[in-house]
Nanobody, 114 residues
């Protein structure tokens, strides 16, 4: 059974950094593209970043380009999201998503507040 478990969220001041992790199990992780999606309070789901199965290409929404970095370690079945220079608008629940499926993690809360 496919499972995605996020971790690494928390409270950060503007300008600080957080690193999210998503541990995958129950499927052949190295064969699948992965993405991060977020949901801010009172808003819909918003795609943030994604990468191919081998990590060769990474994609970002404009508002996080230059600040966020997505990566993966296929040996550890884990995808990461390094978030630098956090701003208030990054406050959201962040979800790990197995591309092309309905499999999502439970989400991890990121709150940027002074």
């Amino acid at each position: 059974q496919e499972q995605l478990v996020e971790s690494g969220g928390g409270l950060a001041l503007p300008g600080e950094s957080l690193r999210l992790s998503c541990q995958a199990s129950g499927f052949t992780f190295s064969r699948h593209a992965m993405s991060w999606v977020r949901q801010a309070p009172g808003k819909g789901l918003e795609w943030v970043s994604g990468l191919y199965s081998d990590g060769s290409d990474q994609f970002y929404r404009d508002s996080v380009k230059g600040r966020f970095t997505i990566s993966r370690d296929n040996a550890k079945n884990t995808v990461y999201l390094q978030m630098n220079s956090l701003i208030f608008e990054d406050t959201a629940v962040y979800y790990c998503h197995l591309e092309g499926t309905d499999y999502w993690g439970q989400g991890t809360q990121v709150t940027v507040s002074s």
